[in-house]
């Protein structure tokens, strides 16, 4: 099992994900309820771009994406709102005849579910959202935010296993920066911010719409089975444009591993 805290979080915060490994991880979990637990308490700290310390849109509202994914199917939520672990919306959707729900239907979901209202709004994200508003001043036209692409940061977090030969992965984000409600990146998508099959399991962070548009997951999950493990990453990052912000973990039967081309913290078990 590996897990991150985000690509452009220093690897002095190693610890704290390392923290969350060991506390959501219990011995005897399947790989797909371990990386549901281990991003569940990801979440809960307020360091990483996940749940509690989910960035501000423009407008002020946090929005929330996440995903899980077994070999058997996909859960997949975006847009979700005052709710701390999108990641446990994202199981529901999982064991549903859906895929990927959005917006108010899958945050009504979790309340229904018992999951209590929380204010998501850190001090520090808030902090930030005024000096994003004062770069934008009057400035409303999504062209206008052009400028500001090469500026934008995301940061996700994210987990893969491999236990008994089965393969999983999940994935949480609370957006990027300078987004409007209703933006979504690669997070909640397959094959763009995740993805499990044959040859294992792949979690991206990084540049969303850049990561989209490469199908970073898919590609790295195809060149591992094509290279291996490790070269499979480090070939998927080698070819991402370096301007752009991109890290992957992967997992499969011959360990685990992770490629960046920022630091990225971390976190793993590897038996």
């Known amino acids: 099992m590996i897990a991150h805290g985000g690509v452009g979080n220093p690897r002095e915060n190693d610890g704290r994900v390392e923290q969350a490994v060991d506390k959501g991880y219990e011995e005897g979990m399947s790989a797909f309820e371990a990386v549901i637990g281990v991003v569940q308490e990801l979440e809960d700290d307020p360091l990483f771009n996940a749940g509690r310390g989910s960035r501000l849109r423009l407008d002020g509202s946090v929005q929330m994406d996440a995903a899980v994914q077994s070999e058997e199917n996909i859960g997949s939520?975006?847009?979700?709102?005052?709710?701390?672990?999108?990641?446990?919306?994202?199981?529901?959707?999982?064991?549903?005849?859906?895929?990927?729900?959005?917006?108010?239907?899958?945050?009504?979901?979790?309340?229904?579910?018992?999951?209590?209202?929380?204010?998501?709004?850190?001090?520090?994200?808030?902090?930030?959202?005024?000096?994003m508003r004062e770069k934008l001043q009057d400035e409303e036209d999504l062209e206008d935010y052009k400028k500001f692409y090469d500026e934008m940061q995301g940061g996700t977090v994210g987990c893969v296993a491999y236990e008994d030969g089965q393969a999983a992965a999940a994935v949480s984000t609370g957006g990027t920066s300078y987004s409007i409600r209703g933006r979504v990146g690669d997070s909640p998508l397959i094959g763009s911010g995740f993805y499990v099959g044959e040859n294992g399991a792949v979690v991206a962070t990084g540049k969303g719409e850049e990561i989209t548009r490469r199908?970073?997951?898919?590609?790295?999950?195809?060149?591992?089975?094509?290279?291996?493990?490790?070269?499979?990453?480090?070939?998927?990052?080698?070819?991402?444009?370096?301007?752009?912000?991109?890290?992957?973990?992967?997992v499969n039967q011959e360990g685990c591993f992770s490629a960046d081309n920022r630091e990225m913290a971390r976190g793993s078990i590897e038996k």
Do not use: Q, W
């Open 77 to 131: 939520v975006a847009a979700v709102e005052e709710v701390k672990n999108p990641i446990r919306i994202a199981e529901i959707v999982h064991d549903s005849p859906y895929l990927l729900l959005v917006g108010d239907s899958a945050t009504k979901i979790g309340k229904k579910r018992g999951f209590e209202y929380t204010d998501l709004k850190t001090e520090d994200r808030i902090e930030e959202l005024e000096k």
């Open 215 to 250: 199908l970073s997951s898919k590609t790295c999950h195809d060149m591992m089975g094509e290279y291996g493990l490790e070269k499979g990453c480090e070939m998927v990052v080698e070819e991402f444009p370096e301007k752009h912000t991109l890290g992957l973990i992967a």
